[in-house]
C-alpha cells in the first residue's frame, strides 16, 4: 500500500464520512464521562477522558487505515494482528506517560495510573479490536449492497432483452398473416389492421412498464385471438373462456403470447384436418390461470424452424426472475396435442 493510496483512504473517511466520526467520537467522549464513578472534579475528568479518547482514535484510524488494508484484507491474518498487538504496546506507555506529566503533582492519581498500565493496555487493545469488527462488518454489508445492486442490473438488462425478443417474433409473425390475406384481397383485412395497430400501441408503449394491469394484458390476449379468428376463418376451431374479471392487479407485460403463439402455430398446422385451439383464462384475486390445449400434425416441424422455442424458452426464462416461487407451469406435449397450464400468483 503506497502513500497515495494511504492519502485517498483518509480523504474519505475524513470528508465523505466526515460528520458520522466526528459525531461518533464527542458521543462516545461524552459517554466515558458519564460512566465515571471516580470522586474527582468534573475538570479532572473532562481532561482525563480527552486523553484516553485522543488515544483511543490514535488507535482506530491507524487501523483502519493501515493495518487493515495492508495486512487483513490481504489475509495476512498472523502478521496483522501482530501488528496491531504492536501498536497498543506502543501506545500504553505513551498514553500511561501523558496521563503521568499531565497530573505529576497529583500523587495519588499517578500511583494509579501506574497500578492500573494493565486495565489502559486491555482498554486500548478492546478499542482495536473493536475497530476491526466493525471494519470488517460494514465492509461485507457494503459488499452485499453492491452485489445486490449488480444483481439487480442484470436482471432487469436481462428482462429487456428477453422482452426485446418476444416483441419482434410477434410483430413478424402477425405481419406474416396481414400478408397473406392482403395477397388473398380478403375484405377482412382492414379489420386486422385496426386490431393490429391497437395491439402494437400497447406492446410498443404501453408493456414498457414493469407491470401493467391484468385488464389490458387479457384485452391484448383476446384480440390476439380475435386476430386469429379472422385470420383463419371456418378452417379450425378456436375456442376462448374467461372466467372472472380484472380488478386492479398488475402482471408483468406480454407473459402469454409466446404460449398462444406456439398453439396457434402447431394447432392450426395445414397438415391437421380437424385442428383445434382451446384457451381457458381464469381470473381471481390472486391467481391467474392460463389453460391452452391445441392440435399437433402427425409429422412435427423442420428442426430449423426454431421461432416458437425461442418464445417458449424466453417466457419461462422470465417466469423464473419476474416470479420465482410463485408461479407453476405444466406442459404435457402428447403425440397429437399440447397442453400448457400457467398459475401465476398476482403480487
Known amino acids: 500500500m503506497n502513500w497515495v493510496d494511504f492519502k485517498n483512504i483518509q480523504e474519505d473517511v475524513l470528508k465523505t464520512k466526515g460528520f458520522f466520526h466526528f459525531s461518533f467520537w464527542v458521543m462516545f467522549y461524552f459517554f466515558m464521562v458519564l460512566i465515571d464513578n471516580s470522586s474527582y472534579p468534573v475538570w479532572f475528568i473532562l481532561v482525563d477522558k480527552l486523553v484516553d479518547i485522543s488515544f483511543y482514535i490514535l488507535i482506530v484510524y491507524v487501523n483502519i487505515l493501515y493495518l487493515i488494508p495492508s495486512f487483513l484484507q490481504k489475509h495476512n491474518l498472523l502478521y496483522y494482528f501482530f501488528t496491531l498487538l504492536v501498536l497498543v504496546l506502543l501506545v500504553t506507555p505513551i498514553q500511561t506517560l501523558s496521563i503521568i506529566l499531565l497530573y505529576q503533582d497529583n500523587y495519588a492519581f499517578v500511583s494509579q495510573i501506574m497500578d492500573n498500565r494493565t486495565n489502559i493496555f486491555l482498554r486500548c487493545l478492546l478499542v482495536g479490536l473493536t475497530s476491526t469488527g466493525y471494519k470488517v462488518t460494514s465492509d461485507w454489508l457494503g459488499l452485499q449492497n453492491e452485489k445486490r445492486d449488480l444483481e439487480s442490473q442484470n436482471l432487469q438488462s436481462e428482462l429487456k432483452f428477453l422482452k426485446s425478443q418476444i416483441n419482434p417474433h410477434f410483430f413478424f409473425n402477425t405481419l406474416n398473416n396481414l400478408y397473406a390475406l392482403t395477397l388473398k384481397k380478403s375484405d377482412l383485412a382492414p379489420e386486422i389492421v385496426l386490431r393490429l395497430s391497437e395491439m402494437m400501441r400497447y406492446m410498443l408503449y404501453e408493456s414498457n412498464e414493469k407491470e401493467v394491469s391484468l385488464e389490458k394484458e387479457v384485452n391484448y390476449v383476446m384480440n390476439y385471438i380475435e386476430l386469429e379468428r379472422l385470420r383463419q376463418g371456418d378452417r379450425f376451431k378456436i375456442n376462448f373462456s374467461l372466467e372472472g374479471t380484472a380488478q386492479n392487479q398488475k402482471i408483468a407485460p406480454l407473459m402469454f403470447i409466446p404460449f398462444l403463439e406456439n398453439s396457434f402455430k402447431h394447432g ?60 407453476n407451469l405444466d406442459i404435457q406435449d402428447a403425440s397429437n396435442s399440447f397442453k400448457v397450464k400457467l398459475n401465476i400468483q398476482l403480487p
Open 268 to 327: 392450426l398446422d395445414s397438415q391437421i384436418k380437424s385442428g383445434y385451439v382451446n384457451i381457458q383464462m381464469q381470473l381471481h384475486e390472486k391467481t391467474v390461470v392460463l389453460n391452452i390445449e391445441n392440435s399437433k400434425p402427425e409429422k412435427p416441424l423442420p428442426k430449423n424452424d426454431k421461432s416458437g422455442g425461442i418464445g417458449l424458452e424466453n417466457v419461462k426464462r422470465r417466469l423464473k426472475l419476474l416470479y420465482p416461487n410463485k408461479h
